[in-house]
């Protein structure tokens, strides 16, 4: 697999406006020129895969043959231990049509409230993770994937209004403030996203641009 050279076009496929941006903030060393999915007005495939992998691979795929260019996607999401790993794939569908992830905070406590999983010590909170997988696409075909994960626990009500997602009610083990509250530049040290692009980065990126 080639590696991504100064200069060369890179779509990020992704209409997450949240996920474009935490990926422009990695990849913006490394002087690609990135346009994003929704900048091109590319469809949104289906989702269809059973993994993170899977997801990220159908994305990444759809948008690097529509563009004839290389594509980077994401798909990443909460896995809650006592909710069996949902909502897992499915996070941002939680969210509903509109994407409101107040929407989907809410259904992930409400189901671990009737399951009785709440902890009266905001520190022993529910346990979860946050899972992120990154693939990188060429036009002919040709894939690569990348997978990093963190683990933490739940907080109720949400924290912060940083970050997208479920990050105001996720706490990363050992620490205190929520995803939702930290700072992009903290977040991006030690987020799953970024444990996927290290990984990402040391076998796609030219090393020389770092």
Known sequence: MPKLQPATRLVVASHNPGKVREILDLVAPYGLSVVSAGELALPEPEETGTTFAANAELKALAAAKAAGLPALADDSG???????????????????????????????????????????????????????????????????AFEGTVCGYLVWPPRGNRGFGYDPMFVLASRTLTFGEMEPDAKHAI????????????????SAAD
């Not at 009266?120 to 992120?132: D, E, H, L, V, Y």
């Not at 987020?191 to 030219?206: E, G, I, P, Q």
């Open 191 to 206: 987020s799953h996203r970024t444990l996927a692009f290290r990984l990402f980065a040391s076998a796609c990126l030219d």
């Open 78 to 144: 909460l896995e809650v231990e006592a909710l069996g790993g949902a909502p897992g794939i499915y996070s941002a569908r939680w969210a509903g049509p509109s994407k409101d992830f107040a929407i989907a905070m809410q259904r992930v406590h409400d189901e671990l409230q009737a399951l009785g999983a709440w902890s009266p010590i905001p520190s022993q909170g529910p346990q979860a993770n946050f899972t992120a997988a990154l693939c990188l696409a060429w036009p002919d075909g040709r894939t690569e």
